[in-house]
């Protein structure tokens, strides 16, 4: 029997992300090779065009489980009835600039497509947040969504979990399928905190058998957390192919749960849990069972990362508080 169509929302789907990202999801990366998918594409007006043409495209990749595609620029139409949103519009950084510098321009996309997914999106809406400064746009659109529980409003962290996997894998010759329990904390900023206390390689404790403290702070930490920037240099362009496959990385896990022993690094609202203060969006060690996530508990945080993790909650506190003053929130 044929399953009924999932209704996915992407945000920004003329932009550079989403070229990658719409084809993974039409192809069946997201919601599995049985599942018909209908795509419902918001952009702005001047790129509606360019959305066009990535439509062509799609028609022309003759997708088996794509089913339906709705474009449009109103998010009241576009949002109607999703059951997945990925906020991906938004300007992205150039060279020398933070992620947090966006907040100003990017910051006003998301309380208004938060308050259209409150109206109009099904009532079992997960949203994920990939726009910059990610963490704290999907605070302002949770703000804006008073009928939405907060738990269904994430930010992506799961590149910085990626990219931690894809250092640690270079750094001791083992594939990542053998890392497991990494954890990515805080801000998707350069003040995000790669944890590999808890992580395991091959059954043993990354931290003692790497046994470096100064490679850990030195390389390790600024490699993951600065990688969006050394994209950037490099590529003259923000990072797009591995964006999208952590987007779907991420949606893919919250729906249809986390291996057996292990978990992923996830952004989402606090329950004050590790000394976050309730309602920031900060990553966290996460398992999902049954389509539900809960933030691994009971890790012992030692004094080098306590320092680290407060130091990003620290800044989302401030953009939080930054936010609140533009009337954002
Ligand atoms: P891009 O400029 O190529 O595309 C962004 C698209 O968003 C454009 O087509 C633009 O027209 C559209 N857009 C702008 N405002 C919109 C609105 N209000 N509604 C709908 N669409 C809108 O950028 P990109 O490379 O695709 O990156 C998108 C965002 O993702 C940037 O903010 C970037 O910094 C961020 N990003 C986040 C991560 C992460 O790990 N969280 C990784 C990479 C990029
Ligand atoms: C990334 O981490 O690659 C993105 O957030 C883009 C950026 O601005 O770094």
Redesign the pocket.
Known sequence: MTKTPVKVAV????????YSLLFRIASGDLLGKDQPVDLHL???T??LK?LEGVVMELDDAAFPLLNNVVTG?D?NKVFDGVNVALL??????GKGME?GD?LRD?GG?FGP?GKALNDHAADDVRVL????P?NTNALIAMNNAPDIPNSRFN??????HNRALSQLSSKTGTPTTEIKKMTIWGN?SATQYPDIFHTEIGGKNAADLIDDEAWLADTFIPTVAKR?AAIIEARG????A??AS?TIDHMRDWIAGTPEGDWVSMAVPSDGSYGVPEGLVSSFPCVVKNGEYEIVQGLEINEFSRQRIDASVAELAEERDTVQKLGLI
Not at 88 to 93: L, M, N, Q, T
Request: proline letters at 4%; aromatic letters at 0%; a positive charge.
């Open positions: 945000t920004g789907a003329a932009g550079q992300i989403c918001l952009e702005i001047p790129a360019a620029d998010a991906v519009g938004a300007k992205p950084r992620r966006l990017n996309i497509q947040v990939t726009g910059n990610a930010a992506l962290t799961r590149l910085d998707h969006g362009l923000s990072s797009a591995s964006a952590a």
